[in-house]
Protein backbone atom coordinates (compact mmCIF):
# COMPACT_ATOMS: atom_id res chain seq x y z
CA UNK A 1 0.00 0.00 0.00
CA UNK A 2 1.48 3.47 -1.20
CA UNK A 3 0.68 6.61 0.67
CA UNK A 4 -0.33 10.02 -1.14
CA UNK A 5 1.29 13.10 0.08
CA UNK A 6 -0.18 16.44 -0.43
CA UNK A 7 1.67 19.45 -0.32
CA UNK A 8 0.84 22.93 -0.30
CA UNK A 9 2.28 26.14 0.87
CA UNK A 10 1.87 30.05 -0.82
CA UNK A 11 4.76 30.54 -3.88
CA UNK A 12 7.78 31.48 -2.70
CA UNK A 13 7.98 29.44 0.96
CA UNK A 14 10.15 26.29 -0.71
CA UNK A 15 7.77 23.76 -1.53
CA UNK A 16 9.76 23.01 -4.81
CA UNK A 17 13.13 22.98 -2.79
CA UNK A 18 11.85 20.79 -0.27
CA UNK A 19 10.23 18.14 -2.43
CA UNK A 20 13.24 17.98 -4.91
CA UNK A 21 15.27 17.31 -1.65
CA UNK A 22 12.59 14.62 -0.61
CA UNK A 23 12.74 12.87 -4.08
CA UNK A 24 16.69 12.98 -4.12
CA UNK A 25 17.42 11.78 -0.52
CA UNK A 26 14.14 9.13 0.18
CA UNK A 27 13.50 6.69 -2.50
CA UNK A 28 10.27 4.80 -3.46
CA UNK A 29 8.71 8.48 -3.48
CA UNK A 30 7.46 10.03 -6.70
CA UNK A 31 5.92 13.48 -8.33
CA UNK A 32 2.68 13.97 -10.04
CA UNK A 33 3.94 16.19 -12.67
CA UNK A 34 0.67 18.69 -12.90
CA UNK A 35 -0.42 20.27 -16.39
CA UNK A 36 -0.54 23.70 -16.48
CA UNK A 37 -0.99 26.77 -18.71
CA UNK A 38 1.56 28.60 -17.48
CA UNK A 39 4.74 29.61 -19.04
CA UNK A 40 7.76 27.11 -17.71
CA UNK A 41 10.38 29.45 -15.57
CA UNK A 42 14.15 29.63 -16.09
CA UNK A 43 15.24 25.90 -16.78
CA UNK A 44 11.77 24.64 -16.58
CA UNK A 45 11.35 21.60 -18.65
CA UNK A 46 8.18 20.36 -20.78
CA UNK A 47 7.47 17.11 -18.48
CA UNK A 48 9.56 17.42 -15.23
CA UNK A 49 8.54 20.24 -13.53
CA UNK A 50 5.61 20.29 -15.14
CA UNK A 51 3.19 19.17 -18.59
CA UNK A 52 3.33 22.98 -20.22
CA UNK A 53 -0.04 23.02 -22.35
CA UNK A 54 -2.13 25.98 -24.14
CA UNK A 55 -5.74 26.82 -22.46
CA UNK A 56 -7.51 24.97 -25.55
CA UNK A 57 -6.07 22.05 -25.03
CA UNK A 58 -6.18 21.94 -21.27
CA UNK A 59 -10.04 22.86 -21.48
CA UNK A 60 -10.28 19.80 -23.41
CA UNK A 61 -8.91 17.64 -21.13
CA UNK A 62 -11.22 18.90 -18.39
CA UNK A 63 -14.17 18.36 -20.99
CA UNK A 64 -12.91 14.57 -21.46
CA UNK A 65 -12.58 14.12 -17.28
CA UNK A 66 -8.61 13.74 -18.00
CA UNK A 67 -8.01 15.36 -14.18
CA UNK A 68 -8.40 14.51 -10.90
CA UNK A 69 -8.82 17.61 -10.11
CA UNK A 70 -8.04 21.34 -11.41
CA UNK A 71 -7.86 24.53 -10.08
CA UNK A 72 -7.16 28.11 -11.59
CA UNK A 73 -4.11 29.27 -9.50
CA UNK A 74 -2.55 33.11 -10.54
CA UNK A 75 -5.22 33.24 -13.40
CA UNK A 76 -3.56 30.09 -15.00
CA UNK A 77 -4.88 26.47 -15.37
CA UNK A 78 -3.33 23.78 -13.16
CA UNK A 79 -4.43 20.09 -12.94
CA UNK A 80 -3.63 16.81 -11.55
CA UNK A 81 -3.87 13.54 -14.04
CA UNK A 82 -6.07 10.87 -13.26
CA UNK A 83 -3.20 8.59 -14.04
CA UNK A 84 -0.57 9.83 -11.78
CA UNK A 85 -2.47 7.50 -8.86
CA UNK A 86 -2.64 4.18 -10.82
CA UNK A 87 1.21 4.89 -12.06
CA UNK A 88 2.78 5.64 -8.30
CA UNK A 89 0.62 1.90 -7.65
CA UNK A 90 2.09 0.17 -9.96
CA UNK A 91 5.27 1.44 -9.21
CA UNK A 92 4.65 0.78 -5.68
CA UNK A 93 6.08 4.10 -4.49
CA UNK A 94 4.43 6.94 -2.34
CA UNK A 95 3.21 9.97 -4.49
CA UNK A 96 3.59 13.86 -3.87
CA UNK A 97 1.70 15.83 -5.08
CA UNK A 98 2.35 19.79 -4.95
CA UNK A 99 -1.17 21.19 -5.14
CA UNK A 100 -2.55 24.27 -4.12
CA UNK A 101 -5.37 24.97 -1.66
CA UNK A 102 -8.50 24.40 -3.95
CA UNK A 103 -6.88 21.55 -5.17
CA UNK A 104 -5.74 19.81 -2.19
CA UNK A 105 -9.83 20.19 -0.73
CA UNK A 106 -10.91 18.45 -3.86
CA UNK A 107 -8.68 15.69 -3.38
CA UNK A 108 -9.24 15.25 0.40
CA UNK A 109 -12.63 14.08 -0.65
CA UNK A 110 -10.94 11.59 -3.18
CA UNK A 111 -8.53 10.24 -1.09
CA UNK A 112 -9.32 10.64 2.53
CA UNK A 113 -5.88 8.55 3.15
CA UNK A 114 -3.58 10.91 1.85
CA UNK A 115 -1.63 13.08 4.14
CA UNK A 116 -1.43 16.59 4.21
CA UNK A 117 0.98 18.63 4.79
CA UNK A 118 1.43 23.06 4.96
CA UNK A 119 4.54 24.67 4.24
CA UNK A 120 4.91 28.38 5.64
CA UNK A 121 7.96 30.24 5.51
CA UNK A 122 8.74 32.12 8.67
CA UNK A 123 7.40 35.62 7.38
CA UNK A 124 5.58 37.49 5.07
CA UNK A 125 9.04 39.48 5.00
CA UNK A 126 10.61 36.38 4.25
CA UNK A 127 8.31 35.26 2.07
CA UNK A 128 8.68 38.28 0.02
CA UNK A 129 12.73 38.04 -0.03
CA UNK A 130 12.65 34.44 -1.31
CA UNK A 131 10.16 35.81 -4.36
CA UNK A 132 12.78 38.00 -5.23
CA UNK A 133 16.00 36.04 -5.01
CA UNK A 134 14.17 33.22 -6.84
CA UNK A 135 14.66 36.04 -9.80
CA UNK A 136 12.10 34.41 -12.11
CA UNK A 137 8.75 36.20 -11.47
CA UNK A 138 7.60 40.26 -12.65
CA UNK A 139 6.91 42.44 -10.06
CA UNK A 140 3.40 41.84 -10.83
CA UNK A 141 3.46 38.74 -10.32
CA UNK A 142 5.34 38.84 -7.19
CA UNK A 143 2.71 41.22 -5.99
CA UNK A 144 -0.10 38.75 -6.66
CA UNK A 145 1.61 36.04 -5.11
CA UNK A 146 2.29 37.58 -1.80
CA UNK A 147 -1.59 39.24 -1.89
CA UNK A 148 -2.85 35.52 -2.01
CA UNK A 149 -0.59 34.27 0.42
CA UNK A 150 -2.50 35.37 3.47
CA UNK A 151 -5.53 33.63 1.72
CA UNK A 152 -3.82 30.67 1.58
CA UNK A 153 -2.49 31.11 5.12
CA UNK A 154 -5.57 31.10 6.55
CA UNK A 155 -6.04 27.01 5.59
CA UNK A 156 -3.61 25.87 7.35
CA UNK A 157 -5.34 24.15 9.95
CA UNK A 158 -6.93 21.69 7.15
CA UNK A 159 -3.96 20.31 6.89
CA UNK A 160 -2.26 17.13 9.32
CA UNK A 161 0.75 18.67 9.23
CA UNK A 162 2.60 22.03 9.16
CA UNK A 163 6.16 22.96 8.68
CA UNK A 164 7.57 25.88 8.75
CA UNK A 165 10.46 26.60 6.56
CA UNK A 166 13.10 28.36 8.25
CA UNK A 167 16.17 26.60 8.40
CA UNK A 168 16.03 24.62 5.19
CA UNK A 169 18.28 21.66 6.84
CA UNK A 170 15.98 20.89 9.20
CA UNK A 171 12.70 21.81 7.15
CA UNK A 172 14.22 19.08 4.88
CA UNK A 173 15.01 16.45 7.85
CA UNK A 174 11.22 17.03 8.97
CA UNK A 175 9.61 16.28 5.69
CA UNK A 176 11.86 12.59 5.54
CA UNK A 177 10.49 11.93 8.96
CA UNK A 178 6.59 12.67 8.01
CA UNK A 179 7.34 10.75 5.00
CA UNK A 180 9.54 7.89 6.83
CA UNK A 181 6.25 7.97 10.00
CA UNK A 182 4.18 7.22 7.61
CA UNK A 183 5.91 4.05 6.13
CA UNK A 184 6.30 2.70 9.76
CA UNK A 185 2.32 2.49 10.05
CA UNK A 186 0.89 -1.01 11.18
CA UNK A 187 -0.93 -0.99 7.62
CA UNK A 188 1.72 -0.70 5.75
CA UNK A 189 4.07 -3.16 7.22
CA UNK A 190 1.05 -6.00 8.32
CA UNK A 191 3.26 -7.60 5.06
CA UNK A 192 6.10 -7.69 6.64
CA UNK A 193 5.16 -8.50 10.53
CA UNK A 194 3.45 -11.84 8.99
CA UNK A 195 6.68 -13.68 8.53
CA UNK A 196 8.13 -12.39 11.80
CA UNK A 197 5.20 -13.48 13.35
CA UNK A 198 5.30 -16.89 11.55
CA UNK A 199 9.30 -17.48 12.55
CA UNK A 200 7.60 -17.34 16.12
CA UNK A 201 5.20 -20.02 15.31
CA UNK A 202 5.32 -22.99 18.39
CA UNK A 203 7.32 -20.91 20.74
CA UNK A 204 5.01 -20.69 23.78
CA UNK A 205 4.09 -17.25 24.39
CA UNK A 206 5.21 -15.65 28.37
CA UNK A 207 1.87 -14.74 30.01
CA UNK A 208 2.00 -10.94 30.75
P1 LIG B 1 7.98 27.42 -3.98
O1 LIG B 1 8.14 26.13 -4.70
O2 LIG B 1 7.27 27.26 -2.67
O3 LIG B 1 7.35 28.49 -4.83
P2 LIG B 1 10.91 27.59 -4.09
O4 LIG B 1 11.30 26.22 -3.66
O5 LIG B 1 11.03 27.94 -5.55
O6 LIG B 1 9.43 27.96 -3.58
O7 LIG B 1 11.77 28.60 -3.19
C1 LIG B 1 11.71 30.01 -3.39
C2 LIG B 1 13.12 30.59 -3.14
O8 LIG B 1 13.43 30.51 -1.75
C3 LIG B 1 14.22 29.86 -3.91
O9 LIG B 1 15.17 30.81 -4.38
C4 LIG B 1 14.82 28.94 -2.84
O10 LIG B 1 16.18 28.65 -3.09
C5 LIG B 1 14.67 29.79 -1.56
N1 LIG B 1 14.52 29.00 -0.31
C6 LIG B 1 13.84 27.85 -0.12
N2 LIG B 1 13.90 27.45 1.18
C7 LIG B 1 14.64 28.38 1.82
C8 LIG B 1 15.09 28.55 3.20
N3 LIG B 1 14.77 27.68 4.17
N4 LIG B 1 15.83 29.62 3.49
C9 LIG B 1 16.15 30.52 2.52
N5 LIG B 1 15.79 30.44 1.22
C10 LIG B 1 15.04 29.39 0.87
P1 LIG C 1 3.83 27.70 -9.55
O1 LIG C 1 3.33 28.50 -10.70
O2 LIG C 1 4.55 28.55 -8.53
O3 LIG C 1 4.64 26.50 -9.98
O4 LIG C 1 2.57 27.09 -8.79
C1 LIG C 1 1.52 27.94 -8.41
C2 LIG C 1 0.54 27.18 -7.54
O5 LIG C 1 -0.13 26.15 -8.27
C3 LIG C 1 1.20 26.47 -6.34
O6 LIG C 1 0.37 26.75 -5.20
C4 LIG C 1 1.11 25.01 -6.69
O7 LIG C 1 0.99 24.19 -5.53
C5 LIG C 1 -0.19 24.99 -7.48
N1 LIG C 1 -0.28 23.79 -8.33
C6 LIG C 1 0.69 23.18 -9.05
N2 LIG C 1 0.20 22.09 -9.68
C7 LIG C 1 -1.11 22.01 -9.33
C8 LIG C 1 -2.18 21.09 -9.66
O8 LIG C 1 -2.02 20.12 -10.39
N3 LIG C 1 -3.39 21.35 -9.12
C9 LIG C 1 -3.63 22.42 -8.31
N4 LIG C 1 -4.85 22.57 -7.81
N5 LIG C 1 -2.67 23.30 -7.98
C10 LIG C 1 -1.42 23.10 -8.49
Redesign the pocket.
Known amino acids: MNTVFI??????SG??TLVSRLLNEVPGVTF?V???T?KP?GLEEDGS??HFIGREEFEQRIAADE?L???E??G?Y???HCGVLERARSEGKDLV????????A?LRKRIPDAVTIFILAPSRESLEQRLRARGQDKEEVIRR?LADAAK?ISNYDLYDYVLVNDHLDEAAETLKSIVRAQRAKRERVEDRIRPILASFAGTPAAGV
Open positions: ISAPSGKSSSYTRRAYFEYAVFNYGTLDIDVQGAQRE
